[in-house]
């Protein structure tokens, strides 16, 4: 069973990381979880941990019924477009910073992999160590999948799994694995050089090779790329090689975050779920 994690706040950019989320449930027996939190602050009726610790006031119960009204009918509209797949649905309220009760949930229901939607213009455009996702990412123990707004589920056939050498391990990827062997996608292993050095690339291609023996599959490729910018190196790679989702280290923020502002290559942010595995797993 894989738990899947999907805060919403109701935007068009977390109801389509939502649809995205439920398409990978659909594929393996899933429990998703769909959360909100309540942000403003509450009257003392509620404990620091948002439990009821007294009366809400008519405010606060009119603001919580709203909200779970709207998950309920988010949860009824997925288990409407469900194909038979043994896949569970749960809403739940959270009052506090998003951040912190999302972190919390994760580890409460032990969550496989948490799914997060970016909007513009405060989407991925402007990405910083303050913001959610690198707040979460950084926080929860496990994958977090960014989902732009304009990014729609397609069937996976390239993983990029970028990473600098250092800290990989192959244990870490079992959503990347069972995602890959599902679609009977190519997983593609890429280091980029800042600039050209023979014994590096050498060393570079010996050191891929050897982690890919280390990845229970089969179908997995190796890849070096030169280019000052690392960002730039692996925006190129993805779309010269049109992947369907990259894979990054999560403590990395300038790097993944770079790749998603629109002023990277071509003036267009790289139009891809990013899935950022936490900075002791997988280093970029």
Known sequence: MV????????????????????????????????CHTISEPVSSAFST????????????????????????EMKESLEDNGWGI???????IRYGEAQQKITHLAQEEK??????????PQGLDNLSAHSLADQVAQQVSCP???????????????????????????????VVLKLASYFGAQIQLLHV????????????????????KRISY???????????????????????????????GAHTTDSWAHLFRSGSEENHPLPLPLLLVHAKRIRV
């Open 111 to 120: 969550a496989d992999l948490v799914v997060l939607g970016t909007e513009e």
């Open 193 to 212: 050089l800042p600039k050209e050095n023979s014994m590096a690339r050498k060393f570079s291609m010996e050191e891929l090779e050897r982690l890919s």
């Open 86 to 92: 043994s896949v569970s649905y749960e809403t739940k």
């Open 49 to 72: 941990t948002g439990e009821e610790s007294g009366y809400p006031t008519k405010d606060e119960i009119k603001r919580r019924m709203k909200k779970l009204s709207k998950l309920k």
């Open 144 to 174: 977090v999948l960014l989902i732009p707004n304009k990014v729609s589920f397609k069937p996976l056939r390239r993983i990029v799994v970028a990473t600098d050498l250092r800290g990989f391990c192959p244990a870490d990827m079992s």
């Open 218 to 248: 089969q179908r997995v490729s190796h890849h070096v790329e030169v280019n000052a910018s690392i960002p730039e190196g692996i925006s190129q790679f993805c779309r010269k090689n049109r992947a369907d989702m990259l894979v990054m």
């Open 3 to 34: 738990t899947i994690l999907c805060p919403t706040d109701f935007t068009k950019g977390s109801k389509n990381a939502i649809k995205y989320a439920d398409e990978i449930a659909q594929r393996m027996t899933s429990h998703v979880l769909l």
